[in-house]
């Protein structure tokens, strides 16, 4: 009788996967108050994951309890010299901790990253060192990471382990704050310069989002974790190895419809534009459990203003 309950389950969940098609080469949807599958592709296959890397580099910094407020000089042993990415953060400048922090989230910046684990207790080995503790510890059993950007193809992990981590990362307000600004001003050598969010849907019209994380390598693809209300129902998604950046954002516009009952073939063909947005969602996460909640926050206008450090 088991058996062929679980057998139903899982005809159910691959019949919604065949029929929503998606570019992305490995997708996974959970309903985050029930933990319930909603959509399923691929979720078991082990991949490069380009930046979504940043998400655990952030968690263990944050878990280090550092010195938020401290200078951090960017080293030139910080500039890519595997993938040759470029940056806009100047080799010499000095950067609070959180600055460094919310370049490596919100703007995806390398070398804010790969200085975030030079600088942390034990340099490189003690950073990878608590990574490897933080995926044990969420049960990311399929899950390496060597390094902290996702700039190596040796970080892999499934859509499967990264729900998990998307849950643990929603645990940490500075988190999914920072990845959703859809930009801010940050204090470079005395100069105020502006950064972006990597994910176009961040502050777009018709979205609520509470976590996000783009990632991209050529041999990753276009990767994302989301968060997103819809429907009232709040849910995160996954997407991998997608061939372009349109391809990742129809994909997650097919998801936002298919929560929302809305018909997923009529969906267009071509990125929308999008028109920003001052909504805002925050999440509280159970990460052992792996179920998220998102209470929604009062629509308010914000002014970002380069941050002041604390005495």
């Not at 988190?175 to 470079?188: G, N, V």
Request: glycine letters at 6%.
């Amino acid at each position: 009788m088991i058996k062929k309950l679980f057998a139903t389950v899982l005809m159910s969940i691959s019949a919604a996967a065949f029929a929503v098609p998606f570019g992305s080469q490995s997708v996974l949807v959970v309903e985050d108050d029930t933990g319930k599958i909603l959509l399923e592709k691929n979720a078991d296959a082990v991949v490069p994951i380009a930046s979504l890397t940043k998400l655990m580099t952030a968690m263990v910094v944050l878990d280090a309890k550092q010195d938020m407020n401290e200078l951090i000089e960017i080293d030139r042993s910080d500039v890519d010299t595997f993938k040759h990415s470029s940056s806009r953060v100047p080799v010499g400048a000095h950067i609070s901790r959180r600055d460094v922090l919310h370049l490596a989230l919100m703007s995806s910046d390398n070398r804010a990253a790969a200085a975030l684990a030079r600088t942390f207790p034990g340099g490189d080995a003690g950073f990878k060192a608590a990574v490897r503790r933080k995926t044990a510890a969420l049960g990311m059993s399929q899950t390496v990471i060597e390094e902290p950007t996702g700039l190596s193809p040796r970080n892999r992990s499934t859509a499967g382990d990264l729900i998990k981590m998307a849950a643990a990362s929603s645990r940490y307000p500075e988190i999914t704050e920072m990845t959703t600004d859809s930009k801010d001003l940050i204090s470079i050598n005395g100069r105020q310069v502006e950064y972006r969010n990597t994910n176009r849907l961040v502050g777009a019209k018709g979205w609520d989002i509470g976590l996000s994380k783009t990632g991209y390598t050529s041999e990753a693809g276009r990767c994302l974790i989301m968060n997103i209300k819809a429907a009232g129902k709040n849910a995160t998604l996954v997407l991998l190895n997608a061939s372009a950046s349109s391809t990742r954002i129809l994909d997650a516009l097919k998801i936002r419809r298919f929560i929302s009952g809305e018909p997923v073939a009529t969906a267009s063909t071509r990125a929308p534009r999008f028109k920003a947005s001052s909504g805002r969602a925050r999440i509280k996460a159970s990460a052992a459990k792996g179920k998220l909640k998102v209470t929604k926050k009062r629509s308010k206008a914000k002014v970002k203003v380069t941050r002041k450090r604390r005495n």
